[in-house]
């Protein structure tokens, strides 16, 4: 039967078959909820319009690393809060693996670290970070290249120097 003739309460069409067609009487209801749809979809776009300024931001100062390799990785610290209850330690050494390779400051260590859930009650976090970083380079754990200026030194641990098994543990540690 291709004449069955039904009408869609919530959007005020009539449905003919196959064939719809459009009432140009749009009921009330059905207005607000458009009118609601597109004052959320409006606000969404300024919202990451604010968002993508906010990062932009935080990358010249020099905080947040650079957007073409971070946002994975920092959605899911932001997802999994898996810093949360763990060491400054622990942390640093988790970043480090999660970005081998990826050369670090400090800052931009600790942005991922609170990212992640990290709440410092240290009076000078920064400083934190950088004793932490500098404690273990000089264990062997990760690399620095020391530079002068507001952004400071630079941490990583090569991709080819990191053992499979730290890599392992530290991943294991993670999701436990």
């Known amino acids: 039967m291709l004449n069955q003739e039904s009408k869609n309460d919530l ?11 459009e009432i140009k009487k749009v009921d009330s209801t059905t207005k607000k909820l458009l009118d609601r749809l597109h004052e959320i979809q409006r606000q969404v776009r ?3 319009r ?10 010249i100062a020099g905080v947040r690393p650079q957007e073409n390799w971070i946002d994975a990785q ?3 610290y932001v997802d ?16 480090l693996a999660d970005y081998d390779g990826q050369k670090l400051t400090k800052g931009q260590v600790e942005y991922l670290a609170a990212r992640g859930g990290y709440k410092s ?3 000078d976090p920064k400083n934190s970070f950088e004793v932490t970083l500098r404690r ?3 264990d062997g754990y990760c ?21 499979f098994a730290v890599r392992r543990m530290v991943k294991e540690e993670a999701t436990s």
């Open 136 to 138: 273990l380079a000089a």
């Open 143 to 163: 690399q620095v290249k020391r530079v002068r200026g507001p952004e400071g030194n630079r941490y990583w641990v090569p991709k080819k120097e990191v053992p």
């Open 80 to 95: 999994r809060q898996p810093f949360a209850d763990k060491s400054l330690v622990e942390i640093c050494k988790e970043v």
């Open 50 to 59: 604010e968002e993508h300024a906010i990062l932009t931001a935080l990358e």
């Open 121 to 123: 009650s240290a009076t």
């Open 46 to 48: 300024a919202l990451r």
């Open 74 to 76: 920092e959605s899911t």
């Open 11 to 21: 959007t005020s069409c009539t449905n003919h078959g196959t064939i719809q067609t």
